[in-house]
């Protein structure tokens, strides 16, 4: 298995513009034909269903669960903990003025002041600093039950992100993209060979998920992570996702909201650049 994966990917990452100078847009363009051309028979926009678009088996069974989602809760949860006010007087809704429009569309951007990536997540956390408050903790609870609610406010507009025209967002991309393909842990697989190049083959009991279509659904309510919970929240960031991916191939995961995974977001989500974004999602 292992052979046939390195062979497999020395072919493909030879055909694929890798760290190259290629332009985020050309990479874009290569990552959507390889999956348009992988899945012809799935719509560009179903790509934002996971594993859904390319499952139909196990699709119907999750239909019914987001016919009643196990999320709800959790979006009503965040509009309260949202229009809560800090001790100042001013709650989160005073730092995300165009939050009712959605806004979810254009995280993570790139700041030319700071020179860093900016992730919701990490923009609703300043919210609270900035204001003399506790930040939240960083994968689950309160900050998911926020961003599930400015999520689901963002429903069907198009991520939009940009690279602009900057020596340190190029960087910062270019590490997402070096992340995405690396190999790494003890199993030596990287992003790329389970959600490009396997993606839609089995591993174990799942199914691999497309990676184009990825972030649109964050953040997300898993029945494994409402298994693992006291209180039954199953809500998850992205960066929770990839430290459990991580974990997987036996690597070390980095730290949610760090350098390295919100380079990683970056380039992860503009990969999906014009997918509507349906988040949060309901997921095994
Ligand atoms: C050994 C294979 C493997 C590797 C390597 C791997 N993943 Fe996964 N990943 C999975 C499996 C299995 C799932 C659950 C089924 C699915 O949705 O694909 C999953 C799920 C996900 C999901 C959730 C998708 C959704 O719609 O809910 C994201 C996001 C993700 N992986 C990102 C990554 C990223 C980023 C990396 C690299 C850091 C990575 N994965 C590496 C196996 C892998």
């Given at each position: 298995m292992k052979k046939i994966i390195t062979a497999l990917s020395a072919l493909l990452i030879a055909t694929t513009p890798l760290l190259s100078q290629a332009t985020p847009d050309d990479d874009l363009k290569a990552f959507r034909s390889y999956f348009a051309k992988k899945f012809p028979n799935v719509p560009l926009n179903d790509f934002i269903n996971g594993v859904y678009a390319v499952d139909p088996a196990s699709r119907e069974q999750w239909e019914a669960f987001e016919e009643f989602p196990s999320y709800e809760i959790y979006v009503d949860k965040g509009e309260e903990e949202f229009n809560k006010k800090f001790a100042n007087g001013k709650s989160l809704a005073d730092c995300f003025p165009n939050y009712k429009k959605g806004i979810r569309q254009n995280y993570p951007y790139f700041d030319t002041e700071t020179g860093k990536v900016v992730t919701l997540e990490g923009a609703i956390n300043k919210c609270r600093t900035d204001n003399g408050e506790k930040p939240y903790k960083w994968k689950k609870g309160k900050l998911a039950w926020v961003s599930a609610y400015l999520a689901y406010l963002s429903r069907g507009n198009k991520l939009n992100i940009k690279v602009p025209d900057d020596e340190r967002a190029m960087a910062a991309y270019n590490r997402g993209k070096k992340h995405f393909y690396a190999k790494r842990g003890q199993l030596n697989m990287a992003c790329a060979d389970c959600?490009?190049?396997?993606?839609g083959s089995r591993i174990r009991a799942d199914i691999l998920s497309p990676a184009l279509g990825h972030p649109t659904g964050f953040p997300v309510y898993r029945n494994k992570w409402a298994g693992k919970s006291k209180s039954g929240d199953g809500m998850g960031t992205l960066h929770r996702r990839y430290g459990g991916c991580n974990k997987q191939v036996r690597a070390k995961p980095f730290k949610a909201q760090s350098d390295e995974y919100r380079a990683l977001e970056y380039f992860h989500t503009y990969m999906s650049n014009g997918l509507e974004v349906n988040g949060p999602s309901q997921r095994k």
């Open positions: 959600h490009y190049y396997y993606s």
